[in-house]
C-alpha cells in the first residue's frame, strides 16, 4: 500500500514548455485535489476532483488544467509554463469530502 | 472567507514542551488538523480533533479546541530535536472540501 504516490519529484521548464504532473492513489478515494506550497503562503487548492471523471477549480487555478480519466490517478497539467508557476506541488486524496486528506511527497517545479 | 492564521516561528529547548497556536475563522468546520512537514518532505497528518471535542491525546501530542473563541493549539511534550518542522493547521473549507492552511509555524528545537 503506497499511499499517494507522484511523478516526478523534480523537475525544470523553460517558459513556455508544458508539462504534466502525476498523482496516483491505492486506497480507493474518490477524492484527490492538487495544492501548490509557496513560501510564506502555505498550500492553495488548484483544483480538485470529486470522482472519476469530474473537476473543478479550486483557489488558484489559472495556467492549470486536470483530468481525472481512472479513479485512481489524477493528472495537473502545465500547458504553457511561466516562472509564476515555479512551487511545490502536492496531489492529496480523501474518502469522502470531510473527511482526512493524505498528502503525496511533492513535485518541485522551477520554471526559468 | 475561510482564514486560518498561525504565529511563523517558535524555538524551544530540547526537553521542554512547545505549545502552537492557531486561529480559524470558518464556525462551520467539522474537523481541524495538524500536519507536519519536514525539510524537503510531504505533509504527514499528526492528529486531528473534530469540532465537538475540546481535548484529545495521543502520546506526547495534545490538541486544544476553543470553539468560542476559534482557538486552536498543539502541545507537544517533551520535544525532541527531530520534532523540528514547520507545523500547519488546517480546517475543511467549505462546499469544496479542500483544506485551508495557515502559512505554518517553524519549530525550532536547540540542544
Known amino acids: 500500500n503506497a499511499g499517494v504516490t507522484q511523478t516526478p519529484k523534480f523537475r525544470v521548464l523553460k517558459t513556455g514548455q508544458s508539462m504534466t504532473l502525476l498523482c496516483a492513489q491505492d486506497m480507493n478515494h474518490e477524492y484527490m485535489y492538487w495544492y501548490r506550497q509557496d513560501p510564506g503562503m502555505g498550500l492553495r487548492l488548484i483544483h480538485y476532483?470529486?470522482?472519476?471523471?469530474?473537476?473543478a477549480k479550486g483557489e488558484v487555478p489559472d495556467g492549470y488544467n486536470v483530468s481525472r480519466l481512472k479513479k485512481q490517478n489524477f493528472l495537473l497539467g502545465l500547458e504553457s509554463a511561466a516562472p509564476s508557476q515555479t512551487s511545490v506541488y502536492f496531489c492529496a486524496s480523501s474518502y469522502a469530502l470531510v473527511s482526512t486528506q493524505y498528502f503525496g511527497p511533492g513535485t518541485r517545479l522551477l520554471v526559468l | 472567507g475561510e482564514d486560518v492564521e498561525q504565529s511563523l516561528f517558535l524555538s524551544v529547548r530540547e526537553g521542554d514542551s512547545s505549545v502552537i497556536n492557531c486561529t480559524y475563522t470558518?464556525?462551520?468546520?467539522?474537523?481541524l488538523y495538524w500536519y507536519k512537514q519536514e525539510p524537503g518532505a510531504g505533509l504527514q497528518l499528526l492528529t486531528y480533533i473534530f469540532s465537538n471535542m475540546d481535548m484529545k491525546q495521543d502520546q506526547r501530542l495534545t490538541v486544544l479546541l476553543n470553539k468560542k473563541d476559534k482557538h486552536l493549539s498543539l502541545r507537544i511534550a517533551d520535544t525532541q530535536t527531530g520534532d523540528s518542522a514547520i507545523y500547519f493547521c488546517?480546517?475543511?473549507?467549505?462546499?469544496?472540501?479542500?483544506?485551508?492552511f495557515g502559512k505554518g509555524t517553524k519549530l525550532s528545537v536547540k540542544p
Open positions: 470558518d464556525s462551520s468546520s467539522t474537523y
Open positions: 476532483s470529486v470522482g472519476e471523471g469530474t473537476t
Open positions: 488546517a480546517e475543511i473549507g467549505g462546499s469544496q472540501g479542500n483544506l485551508i
